[in-house]
């Protein structure tokens, strides 16, 4: 008779330290405001056991992977340092932050968790230089974005594979090649990660610097819109790593060329959707401003942007076993 009562006390205690943690797990108030909802940033840092607190210009959330700095009412943010856009501006309710529960579920979490359930393996990397053939891109005075994104490819190509990847670039000459078909090589390449390489054009030739784009999760909008994405596409398996992906290019990127931080941003990019890996576009810079357009026509300075890409994959690589 004894066993059975020593299991069954083994039991009960088992029971009573699963009850009393989960009493103590601190409740997250949420609000439905402005036809979403919002979650309680203070509540959260305690549930997440993360420092939250707050200075004259916003609130910062932080853990050992870094501070995530949120300004109220506005659609912008700092993750160590690097420009976010969220998908909507937090807010003040009560006295108290409220993040929308969108940014808590697609940036919150892939940047602060220590779960790292999206943890993949990373060899074979496609890089997509844009456009090519009679598709120009955007056209400068003196450089063409076709012929830079070629370039710049093949000098990713060569710095990734100093550092042991498999690289494929889905076009090697100066050809045409659709949108659709360039995640459809990525995937049959049976891509790890796909790395699509732009140049920007704006009609203000003021405007320069350097965007990194994860696609839009479902439920969030893009960067340039204010209405959520309701379709799932392939991609959206993997909204964690894309967010992960595009911060840490990003980082790299600006960390070693000094240009102007334009942010992660997200879109609903074709060669993005139908990924079956984690991927991102990189705007490597304004091909309308006279001194970027010089920069991205030196292959001197696509060499900083190719090994500032490759870190930025090396980054992220060691980012899923923290
Ligand atoms: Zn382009």
């Not at 853990?63 to 659609?75: A, S, V, W």
Request: net charge positive; charged share 25%; proline share 4%.
């Amino acid at each position: 008779m004894k066993r059975p009562v020593r299991a069954l006390t083994f039991v009960l205690f088992l029971l009573a330290a699963f009850f009393s943690v989960a009493a103590r797990a601190p409740e997250v108030r949420t609000i439905w405001t402005l036809s979403r909802r919002y979650t309680n940033l203070s509540d959260l840092a305690k549930r997440y056991r993360m420092q939250f607190s707050r200075d004259s210009s916003g609130w910062n959330f932080g853990n050992r992977f870094g501070i995530l700095k949120l300004y109220p009412e506005k659609r912008d943010a700092r993750f160590n340092n690097v420009r976010i856009v969220p998908s909507f501006a937090p807010l003040v309710r009560n006295g108290a932050a409220y993040a929308s529960s969108v940014d808590v579920n697609t940036l919150i979490n892939p940047f602060f968790t220590t779960k790292k359930p999206y943890k993949h393996k990373i060899y074979r990397i496609v890089i997509d230089p844009g456009h090519g053939g009679k598709d120009h891109g955007a056209i400068g005075r003196i450089a063409r974005e076709k012929n830079i994104t070629l370039q710049l490819a093949k000098l990713v190509e060569k710095s990734l594979e100093a550092n042991g990847y498999a690289v494929t670039l889905t076009r090697t000459t100066d050809t045409y090649l659709g949108l659709a078909e360039r995640p459809a090589r990525a995937n049959r390449a049976d891509a790890d990660l796909f790395i699509s390489l732009h140049v920007n054009a704006a009609a203000d030739r003021s405007v320069s610097g350097i965007e990194t784009y994860a696609l839009t999760p479902v439920g969030a909008p893009s960067s340039a819109s204010s209405t959520p994405t309701t379709s799932r596409a392939a991609g959206n398996e993997f909204d964690f790593n894309n967010v992960l992906l595009a911060y840490h290019i990003q980082k790299t990127l600006l960390e070693r060329t000094g240009a102007t931080d334009r942010g992660v941003k997200r879109a609903r990019f074709a060669v993005l959707r139908d990924l079956k890996c984690p991927g991102v576009l990189v705007e490597i810079g304004f091909i309308s401003n006279s001194a970027e357009e010089r920069k991205l026509a030196s292959s001197a300075y696509l060499d900083r942007l190719a090994k500032a890409i490759s870190s930025g994959v090396i980054a992220y690589h060691r980012s899923l076993s923290q």
